[in-house]
């Protein structure tokens, strides 16, 4: 694919009506990843987004953020650390509490991961009310390091979840 070629993600994308409850619309990437054109463009405009941000980590969430946040930290000459539930991590962590629908839940990451003054873009594949991802920039910015961006793979707009974010670069490459 040329790299000038602008592709339309949405095609990629799977909408799965009802899950994980009823009345949500989940949408679901695992179709991009398994398409190779698809996933090198978007690893590729990841990667783009970071490379003047002279990036030290990238961090990425459980699950998902998992998958694309190892390859734009490769991308990047970058460090990867990953963001997980409670009890994932076999050391010493420090831990974020964001808030869901119907109570709250916890991100956790080695308090080593993250060196002060280090630069860091957050990863996740979706960008909903913003919980999760204000959390790991607590996560980020507990460790002493410098949040110098956010890239998201899906934004769902009507959320508002940038709205938390205000003050931090925000990358979404598709928008709902």
């Known amino acids: 694919m040329d790299p000038a070629e602008v592709l339309d993600l949405k095609q990629y994308i799977r909408d799965i009506p009802d ?23 978007t690893v590729d405009r ?15 969430a459980e699950a998902r953020g ?3 946040g190892a390859a734009v930290a490769y991308g990047l ?13 076999p050391w010493n962590v420090a831990r974020a509490e964001y808030e869901l629908e119907y109570g709250t839940d916890v991100l956790e990451m080695h308090t080593d991961a993250i060196k002060p003054g280090q630069r860091v ?14 959390a790991k920039v607590e996560l980020v910015e507990q460790a002493g390091g410098t949040v110098v961006g956010l890239a998201f793979v ?12 205000h003050g931090y670069d925000v990358l979404s490459l598709i928008h709902y």
């Not at 990841?46 to 990425?60: H, P, Q």
């Open 154 to 165: 899906i934004e769902l707009e009507f959320l508002k979840g940038r709205d938390r974010l």
């Open 19 to 41: 899950f994980p409850k009823e009345g949500i619309l989940f949408r679901d990437i695992m179709p991009l990843l398994q398409d190779p054109v698809a996933l090198r463009y």
């Open 77 to 89: 000459g970058a460090g990867f650390v990953p963001a997980r539930k409670p009890g994932k991590l």
């Open 121 to 134: 873009i957050i990863h996740d594949d979706l960008l909903a009310t913003g919980g999760t991802a204000k």
């Open 46 to 60: 990841l990667i783009e987004f970071g490379t003047a941000k002279k990036v030290d980590v990238v961090l990425g």
């Open 66 to 68: 998992f998958i694309l």
